[in-house]
C-alpha cells in the first residue's frame, strides 16, 4: 500500500490516525484530509517532535496499516 491509498481511503484510516495521535484536535483532523505532510506537520506542533520525529511515526503508522490491510490489487 502506498501512501497514495492511504489518502485515498483516508475515511476509513482516519480511526486508526485519530486513535494514534490522539492529542490532535478536530479541526487538525479536518485540515490534515489524507495528506502525509500535514499530518506530520500537526504530529509535530502538536506532540513537540522534531520535524524528521514525526515523519517517522507517520511512516511506522502506514507500515502497520500495510501490514494489517491486504494490498490493493486493482488500479
Not at 495528506?35 to 507500515?63: C, D, F, H, T
Request: charged residues 35%; hydrophobic residues 35%; proline residues 3%.
Amino acid at each position: 500500500m502506498h501512501w497514495d491509498e492511504i489518502e485515498g481511503k483516508w475515511n476509513e484510516f482516519a480511526g486508526s490516525a485519530r486513535a494514534h495521535w490522539a492529542k490532535l484536535t478536530d479541526d487538525d483532523w479536518k485540515s490534515i484530509t489524507g495528506k502525509k505532510e500535514q499530518l506530520a506537520a500537526r504530529i509535530q506542533q502538536r506532540y513537540g517532535l522534531e520535524p524528521g520525529e514525526a515523519g517517522k511515526q507517520v511512516e511506522k503508522w502506514a507500515r502497520a496499516l500495510m501490514e494489517s490491510v491486504p494490498v490493493s490489487k486493482a488500479k
